[in-house]
């Protein structure tokens, strides 16, 4: 039997796929949705860098304009994903072979890798994004900062703002101070942000005569997530923000909520892996009710 997101031994010369080390073949389309999907990721948790770039050089309502840019790209790159995945599901409804549970298992491995990846790069992201937006004030608006930023001679100075994570900063990051339910909300929530276009689209393969309403219940799903985000975390982040502005806290204490945030959200991305059965099973019992 083929491994996980492989097709049958058949369509091992087809065009679109890789090989796949132990399980036969991945589809090109599957690694794109995985490639996709720590895109999203990786952008969303170097938020934070660029946040605390603002702090920093006392910039921070010009660092968080090009936070939510960046936030912008990411989150409507995500609805792409809904496209791509939506293609397995056909797939997997037409028999294709295709163990469709096990390829989206796949794609949220995707986003703990992006998220993982953002926090290993986050001393390099810090540096560089006071750079930006140093430029972004010099520039006065993010097209020309970006017209600016991509040339050949600027990418070859990313190097130079490379730094290193480093074990002692792990020694810094002790829950102390900083609310435990606040980390697990944070968890919590990118659990479902992260699974919930998944989960609607496994439900759509599950009750597949209301596939179109499974479909479009994706963005309650998200929806959700979001409106709890901006309930109970981002005024927290905005608090403390506040203090270490008017000097009533360090930024060394910014510097540890962000980095506990972060792993929160790294384990809200390995909690999807078990919200994505249940979630799909409430979404298949939503759209049942008349």
Known sequence: MAGIGCREAGAEGARGTVRC???????????????LTLFVHAAETSSYAIRLAGIRSRKLAVALSLTGMVLLVARTSNLF?????????DQAKGGGGADLGGQIHIILGGAALGTLTAILLFPTLSFLSMRLVARLEALGSIPALMRESVSVDKLKMVGHYARLPRLRMLSRLRIGGIPKRLLLLNTLITGIYT?????????AYLAPAAATEAVGSSGIINGIATILLTLFVDPRVALLTDKVMGGQTSEAEMQRMFGLLMLSRLAGTLLAHLLLWPGAQLVVWYISLD
């Open 21 to 35: 080390r132990g399980c036969g073949l991945m589809s090109g389309q599957l690694l794109l949705i995985c490639l």
């Open 81 to 89: 994903q809904s496209k791509y995945v939506g293609e397995l599901v």
């Open 195 to 203: 699974v919930g276009v998944l989960s609607a689209m496994y439900a």
